[in-house]
């Protein structure tokens, strides 16, 4: 076992930095690392089950402090986006590939099987390839996330419906009552030590400021959520993503973050590797077209798929396609969906063994192609899709706000709290877009050209706010304004002392410092 953690930690230290300096970030280095040294390779570690129960606590872990992220506020908010988005995706991309899979000749039982395994996405590659990117947060992060989340909670009945497949259609006799009851308690005993027993545990523990206990009780905490919903017969991953829900608005959460976040990202690193040394290379080289032809079906499928039901739910193009190609791969689930419906009889082990490699080459596939998205399409997609808004239409407005991020928001606030109009403009498409939302009528220009503030109605108004983030572009649209329509009152906020002072050469008088107050 010893041998074994050196070569694991030296791949991750030589094959992992090389990976990402090409572009294709950490995930496909730890993918190729796990085959070149697993037994179809080097053979330098052939105890590959072992490592893969070890490190699985990555994912656990990874869900763990996604729960730590969001709040119960925030998940209801997203319930549309989980259920509906999430719901379309499996049920259509399932249907699909299960039509292409009996086309291809198997039966519809093992197609259905086939096509709801593959219809899954790995949790455990998508996240971290958008945490990497900084996308998690964005729209498209979100819509992901509501999607790997659906898939999360519907894993457990679709294996508690494998037995129907297998001719025997007495949903009684077939589907495990006490199981699911089993299910249903773990995760009632997960909420209520949840909501009760651990912040008091971690107030016992953080008041005697031991910090290896606390390590040792955060790690407790996600490893025995694991195991209660593991005994239970759900996914590890669900249990530990309610634990970091629950704890969310805790006063230790950002002490847990930093405690779980070491172990999770190196757990993580040898679970895509103990993936790619799970890989049937001997098959793929046996029969080539057909894992190949299978590889491409799924991706392309699902991706096609992906992008379709991204744009009917009203996503643009970019957020569409980013959308599709995070979720082509196939997910860790299919491989315990495709060994239980072996053990039932409803899938032929020769197919699960071919499923089983296409999903793991699936996998491998994702990151590259996410990576030459990113790199080639979606900048592309985003400078091509020039914002259309609205002629300006001032209506006499007294006041022009220059800029609606955090001061000019709040000027907004003020303004329309007393009754008084005011035309805002903004430059930045997706500000506005969020601005929106909230009904707030914003216009796209950009105010340091006399002709955007000419219809924004500056000749008649009697006050321009500059709440501009940038401070050389907040001199550049007041010495605009002050020498186009001198008869402007002109308001400017101002970080530090050279911007007041070089506010005060332009002629200004209506400035105030934004941190003089406090």
Request: charged content about 15%; overall charge positive; some cysteine.
């Amino acid at each position: 076992m010893l041998v074994s953690l050196v070569v694991l930690l030296a791949v991750t230290v030589f094959l992992i930095p090389l990976s990402r300096r090409a572009g294709f970030g950490s995930i496909l280095g730890y993918l190729v690392g796990g085959a070149l040294i697993g037994p179809a390779g080097l053979r330098l570690i052939t105890g590959v089950t072992e490592i893969r129960a070890i490190s699985e606590l990555g994912v656990v872990m990874l869900l763990f402090l996604i729960g730590l992220e969001l709040r119960p506020q925030r998940l209801g908010v997203m319930r549309r986006a989980v259920f509906g988005l999430g719901g379309a995706q499996l049920v259509f991309t399932g249907l699909g590939l299960a039509v292409l899979a009996h086309l291809g000749g198997m039966s519809w039982d093992s197609a259905a099987v086939l096509g709801v395994g593959g219809a899954m996405s790995s949790t455990a590659i998508v996240l971290p390839l958008l945490a990497e990117r900084e996308l998690l947060a964005t729209a498209a992060g979100r819509d992901i996330f509501a999607v790997l989340l659906f898939q999360d909670l519907a894993f457990i009945p679709l294996i508690a419906l494998i037995p129907l497949l297998n001719g025997d259609t007495t949903l009684s006799a077939n589907l495990p009552w006490t199981d699911f009851a089993k299910a249903c308690g773990a995760i009632v005993a997960i909420l209520l030590g949840g909501r009760f027993l651990l912040p008091r545990a971690f107030s016992a523990i953080g008041g005697a400021r031991t910090p290896e206990v606390f390590t040792a009780l955060a790690l407790l905490t996600v490893v025995g959520t694991a195991a209660l919903a593991n005994a239970a017969g759900l996914s590890m991953s669900l249990g530990a993503f309610l634990a970091g829900l629950l704890l969310s608005d805790s006063e230790y959460r950002h002490e847990l973050q930093a405690d779980i976040e070491p172990f999770e990202g190196l757990l993580l690193g040898f679970f895509f590797m103990s993936v790619g040394m799970s890989a049937n290379l001997g098959l793929a080289l046996a029969e080539p077209l057909v894992i190949a032809g299978g590889v491409a079906a799924l991706v392309f499928g699902k991706l096609i798929l992906g992008v379709l039901i991204g744009l009917a739910s009203r996503q643009s193009p970019a957020r569409a396609i980013r959308f599709g190609l995070a979720l082509p791969q196939g997910s860790e689930f299919s491989f315990v969906l495709f060994g239980a419906a072996v053990a039932r009889g409803v899938m032929p082990q020769d197919a699960a063994d071919r499923a089983t490699l296409v999903i793991a080459l699936s996998m491998v596939a994702t990151p590259i192609l996410f990576a030459m998205s990113e790199k080639f399409v979606i900048p592309r997609l985003a400078r091509e899709a020039k914002p259309q808004y609205d002629k300006i239409e001032s209506e006499g407005s007294p006041v022009i706000i220059c800029g609606f991020g955090r001061i000019g928001q709040i000027v907004g606030r003020i303004l329309r709290m007393q009754g008084i109009k005011f035309t805002a403009l903004e430059s930045d498409a997706s500000q506005i877009e969020t601005v929106r939302k909230f009904g707030t009528k914003v216009y796209y220009g950009n105010p340091n050209r006399p002709d955007v503030l000419r219809a924004a109605g500056a000749e008649t108004a009697k006050v321009l706010v500059v709440a501009l983030e940038d401070m050389e572009e907040s001199l550049r649209v007041t010495s605009v304004a002050h020498r186009t329509f001198p008869k402007l009152k002109i308001m400017a906020p101002v970080r530090n002392r050279r911007h007041a002072h070089l506010m005060m050469n332009l002629g200004i008088d209506g400035i105030v410092r934004e941190t003089y107050h406090s």
